[in-house]
């Protein structure tokens, strides 16, 4: 047995939390879910969840968990040569039968590959015998097209029967992968070829059978779909240490740089009634605290206030804190804070985005800055010190007026309400399936030179602190996010060097990046500019954009 306590943070490798799943192997299939980071980030993933407590919900199925180790242990774990387990049964990853990836962070993907390697399973998808790499939470696979068997693109809780189903009738992972492939939802790479001739991606398929082009698949009722209620409660503390109870799906909004607003498209929405009983439930079963209503915007949720009033006397009782992570202002939310305010956490975030409305129109960002704030003038009264905002700038039509609007907007923000603004001012990255998904990315040295203007518009001697993105990050989200399969050859660069120096993905390396590119004859700048006439992802059909909701109470 491992000394866990030899090394940082043993609770990460622990298991046992309050709530885990513990199976018998003996004739059931064998599932490991993994997560390219850490414990703390990966116990914080929603998606992550579900599907751990839903594919633990079929009776024949033992579905477990492991995460990027930190750096102490995988050294360990190297010099020893020994395998990285799972969590539940400490069980090598290579001796389950399907290894499910979230690859919902592009700067992780090298990290896959070290799980894969500690793990003592082979990287690329052909040299593995009958284990199935399977990846989800991704938006386009491309990149990763050389290591993974199939993807699952979309919702996996809308196909997880079908999944089921094709895993209990077939053994050999030929046959599981060409059932797979003719459903949809389903994306096998190694049965299509892309190509890029004369400017333009080429799709083909290999076997007749698998679909093309591809359809994401989405829950269809959101309201009677799989949530988790045994909620697993860590030992440790975690990034959003919080119970997400998910009250809506999607967004009803069309912001054009928002990726997450296709991907998760169509808009859907849970019952006040199943929600508040998703409350009861969640903490009679963990006896967590701090709860959060989450969607990408909880303000459009069209019964906000009914549900926060069917809760809120529950919560004060139990002493349960209860915040709403992504509102959009208007004067819903004074009205909301004076009824949350008696709960111990509330916390507010608000996305501003651009400062002045011309370029908030391009952005098709819907603002009533009167309202916005008044709004601030009220939390304030109620007590709230502290509130986070978040900024975008890179692009490609703003001018300095939009970057000093910035310190303009925060210098009155801080006149009429007098709050402690933590101020989050992230960069432009254009992503697939987003309607800006074919603008050019900003170089680096406009970048800096953008940021320094915005750094400079900030009051000092104010309370006000900003965080920026770094642009090398962004450019290579940028790369990878709009990447075709050649870049598997830069990920496996990026990869090996990590593990000689034996960093393992510990500290970002733009130097690193930069060198794997080199070495492979690729200029990144290709995929920065996005001139080619369709894209790497464009076999996979675009989502049903965001309809307009039908109120299910
Ligand atoms: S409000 Fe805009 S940015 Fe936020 S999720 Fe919706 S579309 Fe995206």
């Known amino acids: 047995m491992t000394d866990f306590k030899l090394f940082q943070k043993p609770q990460r490798y622990i298991g046992n939390e309050w709530n885990v799943i513990k199976k018998h192997h003996s004739g059931k299939i064998k599932i490991c879910i993994c997560y390219p980071s850490s414990y703390e980030v990966g116990m914080s993933n929603l998606g992550l969840r579900i599907i751990y407590s839903l594919l633990n919900d079929y009776g024949d199925v033992v579905c477990e968990r492991a995460f990027f180790p930190g750096v102490d242990y995988a050294r360990f774990l190297k010099q020893k040569r020994k395998k990285l387990t799972s969590l539940e049964t400490k069980t090598a990853l290579d001796e389950f039968e399907i290894l499910g990836f979230n690859f919902n962070y592009e700067l992780n993907f090298p990290n896959f590959l ?7 399973v082979p990287l690329r998808a052909e040299a593995r015998k009958n284990l199935i790499v399977m990846g989800g939470g991704i938006v386009n696979p491309e990149p990763l097209a050389n290591f993974v068997d199939l993807f699952c693109l979309g919702e996996f809780e809308e196909v997880a029967d079908k999944f ?19 459903i949809d939802g389903f994306y096998v790479p190694k049965f299509y070829s892309s190509s890029l001739i004369n400017n333009k991606y080429i799709f083909d398929k290999i076997y007749p059978y698998a679909k093309l082009p591809l359809k994401k698949v989405y829950v ?3 309201d009677e779909s799989f949530y988790p209620l045994k909620w697993l409660v860590p030992h440790t503390s975690i990034v959003h240490d919080r119970v997400q109870v ?6 009803p909004n069309k912001c054009t740089f928002c990726q997450a607003q296709a991907q998760y498209s169509p808009y859907r929405e849970r019952k006040v009634s199943t929600l508040t009983d998703m409350v009861r439930k969640i903490f009679e079963f963990s006896g967590y605290e701090n709860f959060s209503f989450l969607s990408l915007s909880a303000s459009d949720y069209s019964h906000i206030e009914s549900l926060v009033d069917e809760v809120i ?4 009782v139990r002493k349960i804190g209860l915040s709403l992570p992504s509102l959009r202002v208007d004067d819903i939310v004074g009205r909301l804070y004076k009824k949350l305010i008696p709960l111990k956490k509330t916390s507010l975030t608000l996305a501003v985005e651009a400062a002045l409305p011309a370029l908030r129109n391009e952005l098709n960002k819907r603002l009533d800055i009167g309202k916005f704030f008044e709004a601030a003038k009220i939390i304030h009264s109620l007590g709230i010190k502290h509130i986070k905002i978040y900024f975008m700038f890179g692009f490609p039509q703003e001018d300095d007026e939009d970057l000093i609007g910035i310190g303009q907007f925060l210098r009155r923000l801080r006149q009429e309400a007098k709050l402690i603004l933590n101020v989050s001012i992230n ?3 254009p992503k697939p399936f987003s309607s800006w998904e074919a603008v050019p990315m900003q170089e680096e040295s406009i970048l ?5 203007i915005i750094l400079e518009s900030i009051p000092r001697n104010e309370p006000i602190k900003p965080s920026f993105s770094y642009p090398q990050k962004s450019i290579l989200e940028a790369v990878i996010s709009r990447g075709d399969r050649r870049l598997s050859s830069v990920i496996y660069r990026v990869y090996s060097k990590e593990a000689e120096l034996g960093e393992y993905g510990e500290n970002f390396s733009w130097d690193i ?4 590119f080199k070495e492979e004859g690729i200029d990144y700048r290709f995929y920065l500019e996005a001139k080619t006439e369709n894209f790497p992802w464009s076999f996979i059909a675009s989502q049903p954009r965001a309809e307009a909701c039908e109120s299910v109470n």
């Open 313 to 316: 006397d529950y919560s004060r």
């Open 114 to 120: 070290h799980i894969l390697h500690l793990g003592g």
């Open 427 to 429: 960069i432009f990255v």
């Open 246 to 251: 998910e009250i809506a799906r999607g967004c």
């Open 220 to 222: 269809r009722n959101l």
């Open 164 to 182: 089921i189903d094709i895993l209990r009738r077939f053994k050999i992972k030929e046959d599981r992968l060409r059932a797979l492939s003719e």
């Open 513 to 516: 990046w930069d060198e794997a």
């Open 448 to 452: 800096n030179a953008k940021r320094k």
